[in-house]
């Protein structure tokens, strides 16, 4: 079905132009299709569908990965940041007659963003109690450098792993659920302060980057937390 749409409004007074959708689909899965369209003049959104045979494939590609998130109602905090999302899709029949579930997995990279200092991130950074490290980050936005997870879905809940987030004042690892029926969230990690990029400096050494390979440590220095 292909459809040619000059503007349609989305949520949180979001909206896309030129929006071009052509999806070729049946009742159990998609097999090849694409979604193109603007938010403005520069930004933009593009998605590819493949069919993997046993699953379909959704390429996703955005150079304003707020917008996206915004105009979907994911997150409206962060701001800017190329997103590049790869996520796989398959349904199967659930433990009701008759219906069926979707599972989904993939991985997600988010890379030059900003956002403000959220109840979440407030919480990772209460973990590090190192005089002078909170005194740069009590800005309102933090900046980050890329943001890489793989994650799963299915029945309402969102499994994280292998989170990790470069900035520069902290980096930090995450890996957890969320349950977005009961909203509850279980997250866990690491936070990396930067001490100026000391961890960075040490890591380029070869021996110590390879212990901290085989040891999955992302820095001499790390404060665990959990939320």
Not at 96 to 114: A, E, H, W, Y
Not at 129 to 144: D, H, N, W
Not at 184 to 205: E, H, Q, T, Y
Request: some cysteine; aromatic content about 12%.
């Amino acid at each position: 079905t292909y459809i040619n749409i000059n503007k349609i409004h989305l949520k949180n007074d979001m909206s896309m132009q030129d929006f071009e959708f052509d999806l070729h689909c049946n009742e159990e899965k998609c097999f090849t299709g694409f979604i193109d369209a603007k938010f403005d003049e520069k930004d933009y959104f593009k998605m590819i569908v493949k069919d993997l045979k046993k699953e379909e494939e959704w390429m996703i590609v955005s150079n304003n990965g707020g917008k996206l998130f915004k105009a979907f109602d994911i997150q409206q905090d962060i701001k800017g940041g190329f997103l590049i999302a790869n996520v796989f899709t398959k349904r199967q029949f659930s433990s009701i007659p008759g219906q069926r579930i979707s599972i989904v997995n993939g991985d997600i990279i988010l890379k030059k963003f900003m956002t403000p200092k959220l109840p979440l991130l407030t919480k990772i950074v209460s973990f590090i109690s190192i005089p002078g490290l909170l005194k740069p980050i009590t800005q309102q936005e933090l900046g980050f450098k890329q943001f890489n997870a793989q994650f799963d879905y299915i029945d309402d809940k969102l499994f994280i792993s292998k989170g990790y987030a470069r900035g520069p004042f902290f980096d930090f690892t995450m890996k957890g659920r969320v349950d977005t029926r009961n909203r509850r969230i279980i997250i866990k990690g690491s936070v990396i302060p930067s001490f100026m990029g000391l961890n960075n400096i040490i890591r380029a050494v070869p021996l110590f980057n390879r212990l901290f390979t085989l040891s999955k440590r992302k820095g001499i220095i790390t404060a665990p937390y959990k939320i």
